[in-house]
């Protein structure tokens, strides 16, 4: 697949990042490559990511535990301990190999150590291929709610596997299909109709639409890094789909959402929101609602849970003066920045997704 230029560095596929690293990791360059990995891809993936790899610039592995609840300000003072400790410098990389939490998380330390290093994602999940891994945003958790602090930092590079994809359960495919699907229904309604019948699919389409998914979204955050505009549209489904991942993260009574199942909700929840501000018509909203329940399936949500959720929009990152903001469709494969919603609205948008 082809490489794809992004603002200040390139994403590359397949058998060509292995080659690039040969070419990158160079000892009269970088002091030190320290892989970040969580305990799932320290297991599954590190072995082969390391034994394909091919350099004389001492390497060494930093692994913290997996899980979206490890994606706080306290993982990041172990491994900024750990890099001191292992002798890191300004000339060290940090090489981040793992999902959205080890992507996200690792370059958030990277930017912050010694006032920023060097790193690289090579992302090992779907939704961290197609979304966390692409445009320099990285974060950590504040409590419960999502990414409150962070950088954009854009990495030196970013090396996307397929192969890695063989290591996830089905669930972790399914989550980063949510972000794919946003992408069509944001930029570019042909590449959402793919979707209308994932059966038919082979791997090699999906080498296929995981390279369109990346040039859709680069495509976005190279208009603006630093999403003072039109980068908003990319968190359609992302107001209200936070909200409900932190809510049930924090929950000890719910099992807790991955990223994609909630911002999947998300979706259906502001294409209702899109409909009644007669952005989008019944019919799109209903082709949107049944592909994306079809492929997730239905989350139960009890009066107190959706009364507790909107309670934590004002938390929203994206809000500004005190106003929750959505990105909301305008027709399928186009977007409408800077909207506001009523809480009623939201309410009968949850309505509308239980029935």
């Known amino acids: 697949m082809q490489t794809i230029k992004a603002n200040g560095y390139s994403v590359y596929f397949n058998d060509s990042i292995y080659t690039y ?9 970088y002091s030190k490559a320290f892989i970040v990995v969580d305990s799932k891809t320290s297991e599954y993936c590190l072995p082969g990511f390391v034994a394909n790899l091919a350099t004389e610039v001492p390497l060494e592995i930093i692994e913290f535990e997996s899980g979206e609840q ?11 301990s750990a890099l001191t400790e292992l002798g890191a410098d300004r000339k060290s990389i940090v090489i981040n190999l793992g999902g959205g939490v080890v992507t996200d998380l690792g370059g958030f330390v990277a930017s912050t150590f010694k006032r920023g290093i060097e790193y690289i ?5 779907l939704l961290a291929m197609v979304d966390a891994s692409i445009g320099g945003k990285n974060g950590v ?15 030196k590079a970013v090396l996307i596997d397929t192969n890695f994809l063989s290591t996830l359960p089905q669930n972790e495919m399914r989550s980063g299909l949510a972000e794919m699907l946003k992408h069509g229904l944001i930029q570019n309604k042909s590449y959402w109709d793919k979707f209308k019948n994932l059966n038919s699919l082979s791997t090699d389409d999906l080498d296929v639409l995981i390279h369109e998914s990346v040039e859709i979204k680069n495509n976005v955050v190279t208009q603006d890094p ?3 505009g039109i980068r908003k549209a990319l968190n359609f489904g992302h107001t209200l789909g936070h909200a409900i991942e932190s809510y049930f993260l924090e929950n000890e009574e719910k099992t807790a959402l991955l990223h994609g199942e909630a911002i999947a909700v998300g979706m259906i929840l502001e294409g209702y929101i899109s409909m009644e501000k007669s952005l989008i018509s019944k019919a799109e909203y209903n082709e949107i609602k049944f592909v994306i329940r079809d492929i997730f399936g239905l989350v139960e949500f009890t009066q107190n849970d959706i009364e507790q959720i909107i309670s934590l929009l004002i938390h929203d990152k994206k809000n500004e003066f005190g106003k929750i903001q959505f990105a909301l469709l305008k027709g399928i494969g186009d977007i409408k920045i800077n909207q506001f919603a009523a809480n009623d609205l939201i309410y009968k ?3 509308d997704y239980k029935n």
Do not use: R
Request: charged share 15%; aromatic share 8%; glycine share 4%.
């Open 21 to 29: 690293l040969s070419s990158a990791l160079q000892p009269d360059v």
């Open 70 to 80: 490890f994606k706080n300000i306290e993982t990041c003072f172990e491994i900024w």
């Open 121 to 125: 994602n090579v992302p090992t999940t």
């Open 141 to 155: 958790d504040l409590g419960n709610l999502k990414n409150q602090i962070g950088t954009i930092t854009t990495p």
């Open 226 to 228: 630093t999403e003072n």
């Open 349 to 351: 948008a949850f309505e």
